[in-house]
Each structure stands twice: as structure tokens, then as C-alpha cells.
């Protein structure tokens, strides 16, 4: 009986995890946008013909991260509709996608690096001095704790982390959206950001 017991107990363990892996992540555009001033979408470059591939990893090629974040950040900023025309130019530095692996033992979680810049249309310059690079993660859900390689996909893997590097670039333009975008504080209130999916340094255009 206490070998049987031993046995099962992980079996059980990982059959919850599957459990969890069935619950569906929230989608961040299901959230208001925050206001931006006058900033409205342009255009939107991304480059990642450079981009490092860290072992354990699914191999993606550049133009299917392009098309990847190209349409996440398309999706997300082209509800703002301001006065002002801002471009995106944006470079992928690395990535990891999970690979299938043990679960609980050995559970891979993807990642992305990335590089950010914003120019102003009118002004045909770049508001931020150097390239903000961020670092984005899958975030933790049912489906990641026991590796997404597991229970995603490469292009799933790939919609994920560029759906949360939309929300951190939106998150970046709040910060900085009285001096770049100017947004009056006392004219409108903030909305509540929208979370990140599952939770929820080269420069471009240089």
C-alpha cells in the first residue's frame, strides 16, 4: 500500500496540473487603453534577422516574429486615436520558446528581448535617447506551470510573449506620456491598465 501510495501521489500531482493547463488565460485587450494624449499609430518596424536563439529552444525565424509582434502591437495601439502620428521601431534580441519537458521537475518558460524606440512624425525624431530594452516573459498561468512546451505551441508561445510585449511598450508610454504624448493629467482620469496575458541591446531606426 505505501509503494502504491508513493506512485500515485506524483500522478495525481501532475493530472492537477493538466487541470490547470485547461483554464484559459485573460486577454490584455479586453481591458479600456489607458490614455495616450495624442498619440495615435503610424507605422511599425521590427527587425529580428539579429535575434539570439537561447538553448533549451523551438526555432523561430525573423519573419515569424515579425509578423508575431507587428500584428500584437498593431491590435493594441490602433485603438488610440489622438491628434499625432508615432512610429514604432522595434529589434528582437533574443528569445527562448519552451521546449517540451518534465513536468514540476523540468518546466521551461519562454522569453523575449527586446528593443524599443518612438518617433515623433512630425518632428522626424526619436523620443527616447537610447533603446529601451525590456525583457518579456509568458507570466504564470494553468498552462505554464507545467512548461508551455507542453501545452503550447511555437506560434502560441510566439502570440503570448508578443501580446505581453505590447502591454509592457504600453505600459513604457504611460510613463512617459506627458512629456512625449502631451497628455494633462487633469483633463482625463487614467482607466485601469490592462494586465499582461497569463498574469496576467540593439536599436532600430537608429
Known amino acids: 500500500m505505501f509503494r502504491a501510495a508513493s506512485v500515485f501521489r ?15 488565460a485573460k486577454d490584455p485587450m479586453d481591458s479600456p487603453a489607458e490614455p495616450l494624449g495624442d498619440f495615435s499609430l503610424g507605422y511599425t518596424i521590427v527587425v529580428a534577422d539579429n535575434a539570439k536563439l537561447v538553448p533549451p529552444s523551438r526555432s523561430a525565424t525573423a519573419e515569424e516574429w515579425q509578423a508575431a509582434l507587428k500584428q500584437a502591437l498593431e491590435r ?3 485603438r ?19 521546449v517540451p519537458g518534465v513536468p514540476v521537475v523540468a518546466a521551461p518558460k519562454s522569453v523575449l528581448v527586446i528593443s524599443a524606440n518612438v518617433w515623433d512624425d512630425a518632428a522626424k525624431a526619436k523620443l527616447n535617447a537610447e533603446a529601451e530594452q525590456m525583457t518579456i516573459f509568458e507570466g504564470m ?3 505554464t506551470v507545467v512548461g508551455s512546451g507542453l501545452t503550447r505551441s511555437k506560434d502560441q508561445q510566439m502570440q503570448v510573449l508578443a501580446a505581453n510585449a505590447a502591454w509592457r511598450i504600453e505600459r513604457w508610454l504611460v510613463e512617459n506620456r506627458e512629456a512625449w504624448f502631451g497628455y494633462d493629467p487633469a483633463a482625463e482620469a487614467p482607466t485601469a ?13 537608429e
Not at 500522478?11 to 493547463?21: D, R, T
Not at 496575458?197 to 531606426?205: C, F, G, K, M, N
Open 193 to 205: 491598465a490592462a494586465a499582461p496575458l497569463d498574469e496576467v541591446s540593439a536599436a532600430v531606426l
Open 80 to 98: 488610440y486615436e489622438g491628434d499625432k502620428l508615432y512610429h514604432f521601431g522595434i529589434n528582437v534580441d533574443g528569445y527562448a520558446l519552451a
Open 10 to 24: 506524483p500522478a495525481l500531482l501532475i493530472g492537477g496540473l493538466w487541470v490547470l493547463a485547461a483554464c484559459a
Open 141 to 143: 498561468s494553468g498552462e
Open 76 to 78: 493594441r495601439f490602433s
